[in-house]
């Protein structure tokens, strides 16, 4: 995200009384966008399921399958054999996801050089047609990696604890009355659902 755009953020959301409350200044998000989206979902799909630290030591280990242990091509995913992939901690399922992954952007199912004329919602279909990609996924490659400024996760669990917290409900709140209580929060959605994850890291 443009330097620019966060503190526009910013001093939108701070307009919020209970945005306000957090921190918002204390920590802002990284601005410079990863180099390359096929290497943003191999992490997505690898981190999938695991905690950080497990999910990481798995990444670290796939790629030393590659020259100098970094992220590979699709067509190198290709090359590699389950033998070399259980041993660095993947998943049947995993090794089918990554497997996917690398053809549909070899064929150009996927396409990036799309993203720029697509909205977030047609980004969403386009990714979720690969396995294992569903739409909190999606979701965090349009906060992560295209810094997309207006996506809210609702199926984010630590989001929705957020909302709870942050709104002092008894339980968290499902979808629809997710985006009703964000509707002032637009068209930031992004950076503000960045410190409701702030907001629960502080909490724990």
């Not at 096929?38 to 030591?57: C, N, P």
């Not at 992220?71 to 089918?96: A, W």
């Not at 150009?108 to 386009?126: A, L, Q, V, W």
């Not at 996760?153 to 209580?181: H, R, W, Y």
Request: charged content about 25%.
């Amino acid at each position: 995200m443009k330097k620019k755009l966060y503190e526009e953020s910013l001093a939108y959301l701070r307009k919020d009384p209970r945005l306000a409350m957090i921190a918002l200044t204390e920590k802002g998000p990284p601005f410079k966008r990863p180099a390359d989206p096929f290497h943003s979902l191999i992490r997505s799909i690898i981190y999938q399921q695991l905690s950080g630290k497990a999910a990481g030591t798995i990444l670290s280990r796939f790629l030393t399958l590659f020259p100098d242990s970094r992220y590979p091509t699709p067509k190198e995913v290709l090359t590699l054999k389950d033998t070399q992939l259980r041993k660095v901690g993947l998943s049947s399922q995993k090794m089918s996801y990554l497997r996917d992954l690398a053809r549909r952007f070899l064929d150009g199912t996927i396409d990036p050089s799309n993203f720029k004329n697509m909205t977030d919602e047609k980004i969403r279909e386009h990714l979720i047609v690969v396995k294992g990609v569903g739409r909190w996924t999606a979701d965090m490659f349009l906060m992560f990696t295209l810094y997309r400024p207006d996506v809210l996760p609702t199926g984010d669990l630590a989001i929705q604890k957020g909302f709870q917290k942050l709104f002092k409900m008894k339980n968290p709140p499902v979808a629809k009355k997710m985006e009703q209580l964000s509707k002032h929060w637009r068209p930031y959605r992004t950076v503000a659902c960045w410190y409701l994850w702030e907001l629960m890291d502080t909490a724990t």
